[in-house]
């Protein structure tokens, strides 16, 4: 059910992408909902009106599926952090490091 809710709050992501970059904003924006380029499909104020009340549809199905797989998923996976484990001891260098060179007995000087 996880998947289905993920993958319907992934479609609904790009719809609500979309309908907010088709909007016109006060610089112009895209300008795609204007009524110039549709002909006489809707006139500008209806699509704005459209434009509005499909991003708050779009918005409020957003939030409640975010909030939904976020309750699904909550006890889902065990909290751990990288903190709080241990390196494991090894005994070989790791690879890709050069032995040293064995230590040289001191000599004394005269």
Known sequence: MSTVLLIVHLFVTLALIGVVLIQRSEGGGLGIGTSQGMGSFMSGRGTANLLT????????IFMLLSLTLALLNRGSSAH??????????????PAGSLPLPPAKPAVPTN
Do not use: F
């Open 53 to 60: 009340r499909a991003t708050a549809v779009l918005a409020t």
């Open 80 to 93: 751990q952090s990288i903190l709080d484990t241990t390196a494991p001891a090894s005994s070989t260098p």
